[in-house]
């Protein structure tokens, strides 16, 4: 329970949004606020962190939250809660209430620190072309700001998550960066998988809308430990930071291969770093307090506190409920939740736009067999990827996406090596050396590729909550809408297309295949395609110039309440073919810039009140 | 309990792994108990002694009994990936395996780590024994170019 009657800032949330707003804030001297859903020790002890490392070890089966345990006081979702939906009747399985048609793929975690425990690190840019999306292409909607005016940010976010790339990798697509900058740290080393296909797709173009495009294998942007540039800030260079609690840990990669769901040395950012980072004399951070309702004055407008319930222990659904109050508030708590909190409050929602415009990666995997072994299931999740087709006048008539290179074999698809092991076992009776050789064989050959799909904004796909679903605390339950449309599938065609092709150049046998019993399976031309998620929960509380529209203003301040900021991916109007985080952490140090603003006018303000009182 | 002689024979010949790169696990005792613990000492004394008389040479033939070979196979799969496979109805229906004995699961973080089949693809466990920075940027192991 919170120790202050008043704060300057109450933030609700703990994830990377909600550490960057306390960081930011609390380095200004700000008393700061972080209301914290799930569990953990707000002091970070390394030992907590290697709790759920072992958790990961024992876990049957290794999905993203597997390292981070249930919490029917804060429920999770979890991707082995997806299926296939049969609308009208929902999908109730877990803690989502699905009603399709479609199913959404993708889990969040809900323990102090949030979802990047479990994030792959992936951290590219947007593209400039991306933020003019309906002017460039009349689809979705433009963006209130430029990629110009968000460069400052970039670059702060990308000195946060301590990112390494080369910028000459980057500049692609109308990608530009200030005169002279360089990332903290040198590019994370592709893998001989990478370069391997680098070699062999030099020379293949692929078509999109009668246009020829290149197939160009870039190393990608990550959020993990590389080798520092010296370069870096006019030649300060960068001290890459360590694990929580063991800063000598995770200065590199180590090549642990299991970034998601857990990197066992921290050596992949996460958002404990943050919060670490937070000045101490002007952090409270206290868990297990799940905010239910954000508290309005309804005649001025102001927000006047956050009630929230604190519970002692997960193994009981107990709780005291209690109301923390400050002069202003950010809601922080993930795009889902955010929009729930609100929808459960009747806040920040006179655009009717709260929980609407719900989008995600829909992933298309492509999985073969290569005639020559590259060496999977060594390295980071991802170290390299395709981006020539993630912007293009094909955008008017079908969406873009990125295609990333993976380094874990058929891990996601199919399971390997376990399902490998289990079809030479069973499926073959293979036993001994053998079994050995032949393991060695088919895995060697294993790659995988990842499209991932852009989605348009769709004011039916949505977060909304109903008195009918309720979690053990009784806060609501979100109920997802959730379709692909056709526009999304014209993305999956052409996604296929170029793999068939790539896999054709590579003389690799394809042994994707998509069923209607997978639980995100559409139908599009008379072809079926299976989507994962991506965990890039998208635009349930939209940024915008026109206030009947839009949630945020572009300061990232509800429209409806001075004193309420909102962060996280929900403020984004599309989300484009980048993974979303590196942009939703620039867009939220703008946002605490804004803030941080909206206090010094009060001071002046105050300041010119009293000196008219003097007078 | 210490894994005995035959155990570790029966193992090597279905995993394709030597003596000394099974005891390297560490973990062979904690599997022979673990099977022990689920199947029963009698069962797990049957089928060793199944195997015994026909050595190496039996195995496909040990492999294709109904009971023993599905046995068998749960013995490779706990020495590859580290955890237990819930074994077939059939075979349920005529051992003495409490069914909270029979569920999937991993036997350890240790076995989880131990795993052959991230050996046998010239890798390492996943979230364990890094190989360090940057190794997969070069060609695997055992590659001619
Ligand atoms: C498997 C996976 C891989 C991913 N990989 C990438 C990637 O490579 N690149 C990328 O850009 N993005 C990636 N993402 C997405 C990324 O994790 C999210 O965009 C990011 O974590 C969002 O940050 P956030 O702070 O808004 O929310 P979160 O990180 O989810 O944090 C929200 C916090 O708020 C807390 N909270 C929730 N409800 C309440 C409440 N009512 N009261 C108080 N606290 C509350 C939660 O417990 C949590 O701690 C991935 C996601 C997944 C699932
Ligand atoms: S490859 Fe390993 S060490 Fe590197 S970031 Fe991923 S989990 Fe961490």
Redesign the interface.
Same mark, same amino acid.
């Given at each position: 329970m919170h120790k202050l009657e008043h704060y300057d800032v109450v933030i609700v949330g703990g994830g990377i949004a909600g550490a960057i707003m306390a960081k930011q804030l609390s380095h200004q001297q700000q008393r700061v606020l972080v209301l914290e859903a799930g569990a953990g020790d707000p002091t970070l002890p390394y030992d907590s962190y290697l709790a759920y490392?072992?958790e990961?070890?024992?876990?049957?089966i290794?999905v993203p939250n597997a390292p981070y345990p249930d919490n029917p006081n804060a429920p999770q979702p979890s991707v082995l809660d997806t299926a296939p939906i049969a609308p009208p009747v929902p999908n109730t399985a877990g803690y989502f209430v699905q009603r399709g048609p479609n199913s959404y793929g993708s889990d969040y975690t809900r323990a102090l620190g949030g979802t990047t425990l479990h994030w792959l690190g992936t951290t590219l840019r947007m593209l400039p072309e991306d933020f003019e999306l309906h002017s460039r292409y009349g689809r979705g909607v433009d963006w209130p700001i430029s990629y110009d005016d968000l460069l400052p940010y970039y670059e702060m976010a990308e000195r946060e998550i301590g990112v390494s790339a080369d910028v000459e990798d980057q500049q692609f697509l109308g990608l530009h960066f200030s005169p002279g900058y360089v990332f903290p740290m040198h590019k994370i080393?592709?893998?001989?998988l990478d370069?391997w296909l680098t070699e062999k797709l030099a020379d293949l173009q692929v078509e999109r809308d009668g246009q020829a495009y290149p197939v160009r294998v870039v190393s990608t942007p990550q959020g993990r430990n590389?080798m520092p540039n010296p370069a870096y800030n006019n030649g300060e260079g960068y001290v890459p930071v360590g694990a929580v609690g063991r800063p000598d840990l995770g200065q590199?990669?180590?090549?642990?291969?299991?970034c998601v769901p857990?990197c066992?040395v921290q050596a992949k950012y996460n958002a404990w770093k943050t919060l670490a980072a937070a000045n101490p004399a002007y952090v409270e951070v206290q868990t297990q307090c799940v905010a239910s309702r954000v508290l309005v004055d309804g005649s001025s407008g102001y927000i006047t506190g956050i009630e929230y319930k604190h519970y002692d222990s997960q193994n009981s659904g107990a709780y005291t409920t209690h109301v923390a109050r400050g002069t202003r508030y950010v809601l922080a708590a993930h795009a889902i939740e955010n929009a729930k909190l609100l929808l459960a409050s009747n806040v920040a929602n006179r655009s009717g736009q709260v929980g609407r415009n719900l989008m995600d990666h829909p992933v298309l995997l492509t999985w073969a067999l290569l005639p020559e072994?590259?060496?999977?299931?060594?390295?980071?999740g991802s170290?390299s990827g395709i981006p020539s087709l993630r912007g293009g006048e094909f955008r008017a008539n079908g969406a873009a996406w990125r295609v990333e290179i993976d380094?874990?074999g058929w891990?996601w698809p199919t399971g390997a090596?376990?399902s490998?092991?289990?079809q030479l076992?069973?499926g073959e009776?293979r036993?001994?050396?053998?079994?050995?050789?032949r393991?060695?064989a088919i895995?060697?050959g294993q790659v995988r590729l990842g499209f991932l799909v852009e989605q348009l904004p769709d004011p039916f796909n949505r977060v909304t909550i109903d008195p009918d679903y309720m979690d053990r605390l009784g806060n609501y339950r979100p109920v997802i809408d959730y379709t692909i449309t056709d526009y999304t599938s014209a993305g999956f065609a052409a996604a296929k297309q170029v793999s068939d092709a790539i896999y054709d150049h590579l003389w690799a046998t394809d042994y994707t295949s998509y069923s209607p019993a997978d639980a995100g399976h559409v139908t599009y031309r008379g072809q079926g395609y299976s989507y994962r998620g991506a965990g890039h929960y998208v635009g349930t509380h939209r940024m915008g110039t026109d206030p009947d529209t839009s949630v945020v203003d572009p300061r990232q301040r509800s429209w409806d309440h001075p004193n309420l900021y909102l962060v996280g991916c929900g403020n984004m109007p599309t989300i484009a073919t980048s993974n979303p985080t590196l942009t939703m952490a620039a867009l939220t140090f703008w946002a605490a810039r804004n803030l941080l603003e909206d206090i010094a006018a009060d001071k002046v303000l105050a300041g010119a009140e009293l000196s008219a009182l003097a007078e | 309990m210490p894994a005995p002689t035959a155990f570790m024979a029966f193992s090597s010949?279905?995993?394709?792994?030597s003596l000394v790169e099974l005891f390297g696990t560490g973990v062979a005792d904690t599997y022979y108990d673990a099977l022990v613990h689920i199947l029963s000492q009698a069962t797990v004394d049957e089928l060793l002694a199944a195997y015994e008389p026909g050595g190496?040479a039996g195995?496909p033939r040990l %492999?294709a009994h109904p009971l023993y070979g599905p046995l068998?196979?749960n013995v490779?799969?706990l020495w =590859?990936?580290g955890?237990w +496979?819930q074994l077939p109805p059939a075979v349920v229906l005529r051992l003495p395996v409490a069914p909270v004995d029979n569920v999937?699961?991993?036997i350890?973080?240790e076995t989880?780590?131990e795993g %052959?089949?991230?050996k046998?693809?010239?890798?390492?466990p996943?979230?364990?024994k890094?190989?360090? =920075?940057?190794?997969?940027? +070069?060609?695997?192991a055992?590659?001619t170019h």
């Open positions: 490392l072992d990961y070890y024992r876990a049957n290794k080393p592709q893998s001989y370069m590389g590199r990669c180590q090549g642990n291969s299991s857990i066992p072994a590259t060496g999977p299931f060594r390295g980071p170290t380094n874990w891990n090596p376990y490998s092991v289990d076992v069973d009776g036993y001994g050396a053998d079994l050995r050789q393991l060695n895995i060697q | 010949a279905l995993t394709g792994f190496e195995l %492999l068998a196979r490779i799969k =590859y990936t955890s +496979e999937p699961r991993v350890s973080a989880y780590l %052959l089949m991230w046998a693809i010239g890798a390492h996943m979230g364990g890094p190989l360090g =920075y940057g190794v997969w940027a +070069e060609a695997p055992g590659h």
